[in-house]
């Protein structure tokens, strides 16, 4: 599987809605999860199977499936939100991640 | 509490071979599948190698493949990376990964604070 992931990075200001995408190059189902990993640390889980909230995480996160493309949303951006975010397809090995993108704070 | 400890990380001659373990606790770990990821400084995550419950199934990136081995002890609670012939793109903090299910390639629920492999030429 290879993931594609756009953009590499944005900027938005506290408020704004921002949308993450990601793409597979074959059929992966909903097979698709999304981490969180702020400087420094070790990756989060956020999302698993396309659009399930992991424990923990507030419900301005969300993921959803349009045809081929899977999204990450947040909903009204935070200043905790500043992190780098990940896909991660997973329906067979080897598995495979998206490049990341980059959210910060305008 | 999960708790993954990551450890054998260091500095190392391209072409040697380094061991990196991982402790587990706070769940159980015989019941699980685990996996390794790397990520270099600065860049992406890669995954490198996974392994089932009862290491009967065990996969690894065409980066590593012939040169890494993982394995595990669920006496001990242990995950395992066994680096032979490293190389300088081998070069990368590894994180120890935990996936909910027993076998099959998932996603990971919980993540060690990575050990750091450096390879020098």
Request: proline fraction near 4%; include cysteine; hydrophobic fraction near 35%.
């Amino acid at each position: 599987i290879q993931m594609t992931q756009s953009p590499s990075s944005l900027s938005a200001s506290v408020g704004d809605r921002v949308t993450i995408t990601c793409r597979a190059n074959q059929d992966i189902s909903n097979y698709l999860a999304w981490y969180q990993q702020r400087p420094g640390k070790a990756p989060k889980l956020l999302i698993y199977t396309t659009s399930s909230l992991q424990s923990g995480f507030p419900s301005r996160f969300s993921g959803s499936k349009s045809g081929t493309d899977f999204t990450l949303t947040i909903s009204s951006l935070q200043p905790e939100d500043v992190a780098t975010y990940y896909c991660q397809g997973y329906n067979s090995a080897p598995l495979a991640f998206g490049g990341g993108t980059k959210v910060e704070i305008k | 509490e999960v708790q993954l400890v990551e450890s054998g990380g260091g500095l190392v001659q391209s072409g040697r071979s380094l061991r990196l373990s991982c402790a587990a606790s706070g769940f159980t770990f015989e019941n699980f599948a685990m996996h390794w990821v790397r990520q270099v400084p600065g860049k992406g995550l890669e995954w490198v190698a996974g392994i089932s419950w009862n290491s009967g199934n065990i996969g690894y990136a065409d980066s590593v493949k012939g040169r890494f081995s993982i394995s595990r002890d669920n006496a001990k609670k242990s995950l395992h990376l066994e680096m032979s012939s490293v190389r300088p793109e081998d070069t990368a903090m590894y994180f120890c990964a935990k996936t909910r299910f027993g076998s099959g390639w998932y996603y990971f629920d919980y993540w060690g604070q990575g050990t750091l492999v450096r390879v020098s030429s």
